[in-house]
């Protein structure tokens, strides 16, 4: 336990006494945090009051994860084309939608990176944070800055920030090392803490290592969680200091790539996919070493948001959105280190959409079986699975269509729960109306309700409803409403 940590939680422990360190989100916390995410086009489409008082009588939400800096589908804009749009905000598809800074970019903060500070021109002339943050006050509702690690390759000055891949050549994600990347996200976290009066943040980057790349080990398509990187000057240097071959390092991965590429064209080694996976390992252990070398990279620059966080507004917190791969990936969750996290995190929104999880989880079996795990039967990497990833759920053929169950998330909150330092809040990330293929499961009321039950019974300190207002129907919100109406009577 460092000093801090040991300071703040001897100030809990002395009965809440504030050295002025302590989040205010956790001095506040008697209340369970009620969170959901939400995109601009929302309270552009719906009105900024009607969509806050339909969000306090629905669901009983008292803070706003405010999609504030994306080019991403998933937590921007409406539904893409080809989901159904919900029964609320305007029935039209934004087919045109880009993405950026939701709010007003201040340049005066990205003067140390190359990556321009792009304000969305979805909503010329709209700031989310200013328009929302007074009416999310008045009613007493906190809001967060919600920011995450998607970027556009057209975005000016990012071809300066981007991965080099294994041949030498820029790929289309940002190394975490580069000067330019770990800048840009110190800037935003500046400027969303000195420009608004904000009541926390939280970012999240749904990318791993270069070995697990390399074994497809995501739900997903198979490059979801980016390639095999990175070889730029910055982790090139990185290697240098660490004493790490970098030649070598392209020599395992090159045969790596070329052991999965034959399995997945269908042909089976002499010796099977996992006994020549681990000749290469112990032939290559730099392959290991430039997957703790891509790690350090994502882990120093939550340090770094952290502790600029904390010497802008210590009293407000910074926590991370932990992607959804922790429940399938054992690879990724060995990654993901709970007790590593409290050096760093006021909260963590550990992912547990249980009901798109199931056709996640099948499409994460189907992946490993491409490669690392292509000797077993798809029902034994999947027994494989829920024996290592200690949860336990139906049948491959199952999961698609049922989702998983609460019982996950009752799981996987116990386990967050027990991971973190005390003073961490876990908050869970609960899935309405995620899409999923058209026969797969689709989110009903009741395993709302169920599902936000489980996280309190596990232990949570609050759920977050993902992954954004505008895909969710207004019926599966009441469910959420439900469960938190028992938990807080009145
Ligand atoms: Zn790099």
Redesign the pocket.
Known sequence: MDRRTFLEESALLAGGVLLGRVPAVEAAAEAPMIGIQAGAVSFVDEGTDKVLDGLQELAGINTLFLATFTYGRGIGGRQPRGSPLPDHGRQEYDDNFRGGNFATPHPQYYRNTAIAPEKAPDHPGYDVIADVLPAAHRRQMKVICWFEDVLRRDVPGFDKAV??DINGKPSTVG?H??PNTRNFWLGLVEDYLRSYDVDGLMWGSERQGPLDNALGANHGGLTAGGGS????Q??LEAARRDGINSDRAREGFLQLGRLVAAIRGGQKPADGAFVSFWRVLVRYPEVLGWERLWNE?LNDTYREMYAKAHSIAPAKGIGWHIWHNNSFSPFYRAEQDYGEFSKHSDFLKVVMYNLCGGERLAQYVRNVRGSLFADLTPEQALDFTYSVQQYREQPLDRIPLEGLSADYVLRETRRAVAGVAQRVKIWPGIDIDIPTGASNKKTQPEDVYQAVKAAFQGGAHGVLLSRKYSEMRLANLRGAGRAIRELRPG
């Open positions: 991965e080099i190394c090392r580069n990187a990175c070889f730029c910055y982790c990279a």
